[in-house]
């Protein structure tokens, strides 16, 4: 009864953004004929743009996907391993002290894999100073080969490359600006109360009072995180002299509910790092400034807390949560398993304005961006390219439908509450640079059971021409944009009111309000 008229109870593929809500765009193929599902979009920055790359990894292997139109691949790397959580990895990059620029892959059961110069290979274990390797704890100063294929987490944290090992509480670090030799282990199972195994390291950097600082964060299956400053975990009392960073001491520990089974669930924007939990998504920032993850109002997800957590708490065991960062729309988004039954949906928030929307029928199980513009793999063994304005545009020019969406805003009680209010007229208003068929409903006292047909798909020239594939007299050009409204009956009788919304549109529909006629009576 208290929300806001700039909310809404629920929004389908019709996203918030400063000036309205903007109808998303479509997705397109761009790669089709892995074998596999594509658990993981695996990309690559290069020096130069020629040296950029990009691989759909399933749970058979690596493929290469850089180039549009890519079909049937061959691994560039084939597992030797398949199962649930083959293909469900992380990676980063990493320039080492000699200037060679590295990619590095690791996953739950096919360990570390690196690429380098054009060449994927596994890095080498063994007891050479080029080999990766560790300190025998019995007998010290004998070396033994680091377990590389037991490796399901990489990650760098101030010039160091950190390691988890699968079903491990322990974290592994190399020398400062190295890519192999000695790892030395640091022990983060014994100060998590609540146990459970390791499931990631992730850097924050933030202001934590004495200036830009780079933390290191420590998250455990169990919901148990740990944050660290300083910069050499060797260094954990004062010397003489101090090192600039301090000793490697923690700053805090907080518990924020079981995360997924996955190792994909921390997101890093600004000054912000956020983790995905039972609890919906909690900002370090937040348990830094004393707020708990349960508090569901101070929540970044509090907005769609009520759908989020019982997703997360139903589907807790499965690997394909995650958040990712779709700079070109400008949201986060959750990730969420394939469902057994329905529509695909995914969370997103603009990270603008911190408004909520959800994505509808996008078949997707991973996703990253590269080169400005955001990739997504589905379990069919395509890449879609998150493009255009329809959904489910094939490789060989085949047009996809418009895309549907569908809304219903915050009710309202207009004048007086409890006075029952006559529905006369509604009038939608936007802008858009084609055609769009919409149905518009008035909802009557906080019904939320909304149900509309979509309308009909509407029929334009393939949703615009697309720069290097439109073709002249053929394709149809997309016009300028132009306000739209238009009328249509609200029937029905009630004390508080919502708008209720479906509609399709092959081109980005921005919505920025809606008119409505209405007759108030008495006390019925």
């Known amino acids: ?10 929004t389908y593929n019709l996203m918030p953004v400063e000036y309205g809500m903007r109808l998303r765009k479509g997705y397109r193929e761009w790669a089709t004929g892995i074998n596999g599902a594509v658990r993981t979009v695996l990309t690559y920055e290069g020096r130069s743009q020629a040296d950029n790359k990009m691989w759909a990894v399933s749970e058979n292997g690596i493929y290469d996907v850089t180039v549009f139109n890519t079909q049937n691949p061959v691994p560039v790397v084939s597992f030797a391993t398949q199962g649930t959580e083959a293909g469900y990895g992380v990676h980063t990059e990493f320039v080492s002290d000699s200037q060679a620029h590295y990619l590095f892959y690791a996953d739950e059961l096919n360990g570390l894999h690196q690429y380098n110069a054009g060449v994927w290979s596994v890095p080498s274990s063994g007891i050479l100073d080029t080999d990766w390797w560790y300190d025998d704890p019995n007998t010290p100063g004998t070396r033994l080969p680091f377990p590389v294929d037991d490796i399901a987490f990489i990650t760098v944290h101030k010039l160091r490359i950190w390691v988890v090992l699968k079903d491990s509480s322990d974290g592994w670090y190399l020398p400062l600006y190295s890519i192999a030799g000695e790892l030395k282990k640091f022990t ?3 100060k998590m109360p609540h146990g459970g195994n390791l499931i990631g390291l992730w850097t924050w950097s933030m202001d934590g009072g004495e200036g830009m600082d780079d933390y290191l964060i420590a998250g455990a299956r169990s919901g148990d995180v740990l944050v660290y400053k300083g910069d050499d975990p060797e260094i954990t009392a004062l010397t003489d002299p101090a090192p600039a960073g301090g000793p490697w001491t923690i ?34 920032r937040d348990l830094l400034k004393g707020s708990a993850a349960d508090e569901n109002l101070q929540s970044p997800s509090a907005k769609v807390n009520r759908f989020l957590r019982a997703d997360v708490q139903s589907g807790k065991d499965r690997p394909e949560w995650a958040l990712t960062d779709n700079p070109s729309d400008g949201f986060m988004q959750v990730i969420t398993p394939e469902p057994s039954s329905g529509n695909y949906v995914q969370y997103n928030q603009n990270l603008s304005t911190k408004a909520w929307g959800f994505w509808e029928n996008v078949p997707i199980i991973s996703a990253d961006t590269w080169q400005g513009e955001y990739y997504m793999g589905n379990v069919d063994g395509i890449v879609y390219w998150y493009d255009g304005t329809l959904d489910g545009t094939l490789l060989d020019g085949t047009p996809g439908e418009p895309v549907q969406f569908r809304v219903l805003t915050a009710y309202s009680g207009l004048d007086n509450h409890a006075a029952y209010n006559l529905g006369k007229r509604i009038r939608p208003i936007g802008i858009l640079s084609g055609t769009a068929s919409v149905n518009v409903k008035a909802q009557f006292d906080y019904n939320v059971n909304f149900n509309m047909v979509y309308p009909p798909p509407v029929t334009t020239g393939g949703g615009g021409a697309q720069w290097d594939s439109a073709i002249w007299d ?29 509609g399709n549109a092959p081109n980005r529909l921005t919505l920025t309000g809606w008119d409505m006629i209405y007759e108030t009576g008495g006390l019925v």
Do not use: H, K, N
């Open 1 to 10: 009864m208290e929300m806001g008229p700039t909310d809404c109870i629920w």
């Open 474 to 502: 053929q394709d149809l050009w997309a016009g300028g944009l132009t306000e739209a409204s238009v009328p249509i009956g609200a029937f029905g009788i009630g004390r508080a009111v919502a708008v209720g919304m479906t």
């Open 188 to 190: 983060f199972g014994a």
């Open 251 to 284: 700053i805090g520990s907080w518990f924020i509910g079981e995360t997924p089974e996955s190792r994909r669930i921390s997101m890093s924007q600004g000054s912000e790092l956020y983790l995905l939990s039972v609890y919906g998504i909690t900002s370090l």
